[in-house]
């Protein structure tokens, strides 16, 4: 089964590049022809920048959780097929992903 995002990716350096060409095209207007309109937009493009910075963060924030969130998944599958083999500790799975999760500086896979 094929997972696809429910939104796709902006092309953020494509978006970047726009903002650049906008902001260069606003600059090169006569400082006489509406000053106060100029610089209102210069201003709100200037956002553009700060606001790619952050969605960049985000994006990879929830590659982060995704990975983590499956990584969870996968131990809850594995702890409910050894309990179904009859395994004597069957949610060692379980809390070797939370111990990896939580103590990532560690091994995974030690204790056991």
Do not use: C, F, K, W
Request: glycine residues 4%.
């Amino acid at each position: 089964m094929t997972h696809r995002h429910p939104y796709p990716h902006t092309d953020l350096q494509e978006v970047a590049h726009r903002n650049t060409t906008a902001v260069q095209l606003l600059a090169a207007l006569t400082p006489t022809s509406l000053p106060s309109v100029r610089a209102y937009v210069i201003a709100a493009l200037g956002d553009i920048e700060t606001l790619i910075d952050e969605v960049t963060g985000l994006r990879a924030e929830l590659t982060s959780i995704r990975y983590q969130r499956a990584n969870l998944l996968a131990a809850i599958r594995a702890t409910l097929a050894a309990d179904h083999d009859g395994d004597d500790d069957p949610l060692y799975y379980v809390r070797d992903e939370l111990h990896a999760q939580t103590h990532p500086d560690q091994t995974a896979g030690e204790s056991r």
